[in-house]
């Protein structure tokens, strides 16, 4: 089974960036539909970026569209999220996770119950 590991959260200032990395080893993030999930205290676990198993689908919840942008790298077995033009309501705990599903499944998936596999999550602290 795949592990995953999370990295690049952190504190910063509103209106900044932050890129995250997830890196998947036991398995490659080309055969996984996967996904950033974040979890604000006493908030359900969302969605915010998902990305089909062949990279060619991406979902963005609508609070980051246009902000917060997902990509696999295969090569580097890595699944990162590049988040811009923070503000103080992203901060939450980051989580990546994959989904099994066939090859040339097109769908992404946005709740978490879908998603088998889970990094240990990274925090993210925006300030205003």
């Known amino acids: 089974q795949v592990q995953l590991v999370e990295s690049g959260g952190g504190l910063v200032q509103a209106g900044g960036s932050l890129r995250l990395a997830c890196a998947a080893s036991?398995?490659?993030?080309?055969?996984?539909?996967m996904g950033w999930f974040r979890q604000a205290p006493g908030k359900d676990r969302e969605l915010v970026v998902g990305?089909?198993?062949?990279?060619?689908?991406?979902y963005s919840a609508d609070s980051v569209k246009g902000r917060f942008t997902i990509s696999k790298d295969n090569a580097k077995n890595t699944l990162y999220l590049q988040m811009n033009s923070l503000k103080p309501e992203d901060t939450a705990v980051y989580y990546c996770?994959?989904?099994?599903?066939?090859?040339?499944?097109?769908?992404?998936?946005?709740?978490?119950?879908?998603?088998?596999?889970w990094g240990q999550g990274t925090q993210v602290t925006v300030s205003s």
């Open positions: 996770a994959a989904r099994i599903t066939f090859a040339f499944d097109r769908v992404v998936k946005t709740t978490s119950g879908e998603y088998r596999y």
């Open positions: 990305v089909s198993i062949r990279g060619g689908n991406t």
């Open positions: 036991g398995g490659t993030v080309s055969s996984y539909a």
